[in-house]
């Protein structure tokens, strides 16, 4: 008998999200970042006005990062992204997948990485792990998260143990 969710298992492509989450989504939060703005104005004053300290909060881009033309760790949705969740075909996901992977582990080279189900989604797990193992990642299934969020945790592979590096000869 073959498995209707396949996903689960980390064999194939997660769900599509439907149409009507995405618009909502998408129109939507034009509505609420001019709203959220005002509230960080209004908050930034009063930090401000109050003498609360604080460190600035860190870029969310690291030197040396290639752009992701897909938005990154954006908390919005643009255009491009919305596109390739309805519909994204299946060389555009390795791509988006492939983009979010590198950064991923530019930002943080000796692991964990999490990467959150809008960045691999259209490949799955399976085409997550082809593009993780030449780079010398793998993805742990025992720790990845399946709800909710999809959010997959990959590790640096560990290295081939030999005799010679059980045993080191002095």
Known sequence: MTDPRPWELGTGPLPKRSRWTLSCQYYLQWLYIPLGLAVAFVGSVFSLSGGFGGSAP???????????????????????????????????WTGRADIGLRRAITRQPQGPVTLGAEIYRGIGLGGLEALAEPLGWRVDRSRTRWEPGHVALLVPRAPAVTPESLFPLT
């Open 58 to 92: 860190q870029g969310a881009g690291a030197k040396g990062l290639p752009k992701d033309p897909y938005g990154g760790d954006s908390l919005f949705l643009n255009r491009r992204q919305y596109l390739l969740e309805l519909r994204g075909s299946t060389e555009e």
